[in-house]
T-cell receptor, first 114, second 115 residues
Framework: AQSVSQHNHHVILSEAASLELGCNYS??????LFWYVQYPGQHLQLLLK??????LVKGIKGFEAEFIKSKFSFNLRKPSVQWSDTAEYFC????????????FGTGTQLKVEL | ETGVTQTPRHLVMGMTNKKSLKCEQH?????MYWYKQSAKKPLELMFV???????ENNSVPSRFSPECPNSSHLFLHLHTLQPEDSALYLC??????????????FGPGTRLTVL
């Protein structure tokens, strides 16, 4: 079975600071990788996803993530955060070819201060 | 209504009550999911339905009983719950559940408290 670890549970940044949120998974086979975001008072929504190809994927609102297979990692990055990026961020994986059964990490609460 | 809706948004019930959670998707999808989100724990997949057929039961206790009468509606029937079942229950839908390439769209959740 897969598992996902998000090491940072709470992150506080000032506006314009750079962001990197860690995500590591454990699974021996091929995986699909996702980052979801939940803004205050809103639904979980997809930020970006990786299936195959270029390991650097770009998502909405200037976010990107890099898949490093050797490290079983899929870290989320943004060069310059904004106050509106305050949200909870969830990393998720599913086993490629194993159906659409997502395994989530515990989430990282990001607060961006003005 | 657009997207995925869930009712009620909040529910308080006693351990001997029977209640149901409802989820409806307006996206034309064929797969629907129930997740449980407890405090400080990851979202846990509970059930998956694909084209109205249950394809996944993630070892969920029988006091939780799902029902999927059609591809647009999903219910979670609750009976004889325990206080540790208090959590946020999220519904999601996707185009189908046969592959892992389909984005899941989430509803706002039902906050359940069991007294």
């Amino acid at each position: 079975a897969q598992s996902v670890s998000q090491h940072n549970h709470h992150v506080i940044l000032s506006e314009a600071a750079s962001l990197e949120l860690g995500c590591n998974y454990s699974y021996g086979g091929t995986v699909n990788l996702f980052w979801y975001v939940q803004y205050p008072g809103q639904h979980l929504q997809l930020l970006l996803k990786y299936f195959s190809g270029d390991p650097l994927v770009k998502g909405i609102k200037g976010f990107e993530a890099e898949f490093i297979k050797s490290k079983f990692s899929f870290n989320l990055r943004k060069p310059s955060v904004q106050w509106s990026d305050t949200a909870e961020y969830f990393c998720a994986v599913n086993a490629a070819g194993g159906g659409n059964k997502l395994t989530f990490g515990t989430g990282t609460q990001l607060k961006v201060e003005l | 209504e657009t997207g995925v809706t869930q009712t009620p948004r909040h529910l308080v019930m006693g351990m001997t009550n029977k209640k149901s959670l409802k989820c409806e998707q307006h996206l034309g999808h064929n797969a629907m999911y129930w997740y449980k989100q407890s405090a400080k724990k990851p979202l846990e997949l509970m059930f998956v339905y694909n084209f109205k057929e249950q394809t996944e039961n993630n070892s969920v206790p029988s006091r939780f009983s799902p029902e999927c009468p059609n591809s647009s509606h999903l219910f979670l029937h609750l009976h004889t719950l325990q206080p540790e079942d208090s959590a946020l229950y999220l519904c999601a839908s996707s185009q189908d559940a046969g592959t892992g390439y389909n984005e899941q769209f989430f509803g706002p959740g039902t906050r359940l408290t069991v007294l």
